[in-house]
């Protein structure tokens, strides 16, 4: 029998299905940050006993933002327990109608697909420009705590945003409202039907989700957790760094608070991992993070990143990888 690359990926797959609790689900939004580049580097630097058993007991996202390494240890490791949360409500009710409601999401993401992809080029910036109209003008008016047509109709205009839009990027002005023009993608595939109901599954296997300040998190966690962090990168320069209303760029002050954060968690024996980016990409004798974190082990590792604001140029930079164990 000729094997061949197809089929050794189907047999991986399906040891994989088996392993897992038959599901695989990846990112359904882009998001600034995302870690899909370095899951290699840090599923290598995992504990020990995780690596060894599959297995976590209680794992805790505090900065989930598009989900990458959640859905991916989900997909790879039996997870009893999970609490992932972000101070983004937008970005945590979508979350949870992906949990709740994911026929009701798909049949308004179908509709707002087949409609705009059958316009002109004109027409589609007009059909943008009325999604975002109608998003921004519910912001302070919506229930984040409830998951009815208006928090589906939503979650499907972000979705639907998040894949039209420049960049890809989901970002908030000062005012909370999404500002971002649109985007010059040919035929976006705005959805995916099958990955949605796979995150939902995984969504529905002992998972909380929670709109909060990663703060108020450290109550949730115990000599049984493993934390992983990745706040809002350090900015690589001065002018690459903007400030939203959800505050999605910390401050070298904000990343002292989470320091302390991390070292009054290391004194609980919770098992942390923090990802950040390496200041010394820009400024080789930048040592903020050497210094804060001196009592941790810092790794640095490669990964593509896009570095200018206009999103095409992809270099390879270094980040880091900080564990306290
Ligand atoms: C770098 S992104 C996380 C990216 C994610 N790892 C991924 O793969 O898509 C950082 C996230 O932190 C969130 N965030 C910013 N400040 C926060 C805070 N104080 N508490 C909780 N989340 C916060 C942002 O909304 C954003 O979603």
Redesign the pocket.
């Known amino acids: 029998m000729i094997i061949n690359k197809k089929y050794l990926k189907i047999k991986y797959m399906q040891t994989r299905l088996v392993e897992s609790k038959n599901f695989y689900g990846k ?1 359904f939004l882009k ?6 580049q370095l899951l290699d580097e840090i599923e290598k630097r995992l504990p020990k006993e995780i690596l060894e058993n599959k297995k976590i007991e209680s794992y805790h996202e ?8 959640f859905l991916y240890l989900k997909s790879n490791y039996e997870i009893e327990n999970s609490i992932i ?4 409500p937008e ?1 945590i009710l979508t979350y949870k109608i992906i949990q709740k409601e994911p026929e009701k999401l798909i049949k308004y993401l179908k509709t707002m697909k087949q409609e705009y992809l059958k316009l002109d080029k004109e027409k589609q910036n007009e059909y943008y420009l009325s999604v975002r109209e109608s998003f921004n003008e519910n912001v302070g008016n919506i229930n984040y705590e409830k998951t009815g047509k208006k928090q589906i109709k939503r979650a499907s205009q972000l979705i639907f945003m998040n894949k039209t839009c420049f960049n890809g990027i989901f970002r908030l002005n000062s005012e909370g409202k999404f500002n971002v023009p649109r985007g010059k993608y040919k035929n976006p595939k705005i959805y995916d039907k099958d990955n949605i109901f796979e995150v939902h599954k995984i969504l529905n296997d002992n998972v909380i989700i929670k709109t ?4 108020d998190s450290e109550k949730e966690m115990d000599k049984n957790s493993f934390v992983y962090l ?4 350090r900015p690589l320069t001065r002018t690459s760094s903007f400030t939203s209303y ?3 760029s ?1 401050d070298d002050n904000d990343q002292k608070i989470l320091c302390e954060y991390i070292q009054r968690l290391t004194k609980k024996n919770v098992k942390v991992m923090l990802s950040n980016s390496d200041p010394t990409n820009a400024d080789e004798n930048d040592d903020f993070f050497e210094k804060l974190y001196s009592e941790q082990k810092i790794d640095k590792v490669k990964a593509r990143r896009n570095i200018n604001s206009n999103g095409g140029k992809r270099n390879k930079i270094n980040e880091l990888i900080i564990t306290n164990y």
């Open positions: 990112p998001w600034a940050g995302g870690k899909t505090p900065f989930i933002g598009g989900g990458s390494v949360s972000d101070i983004n970005l909060q300040d990663y703060l990745d706040p809002p990168y959800y505050k999605t910390f």
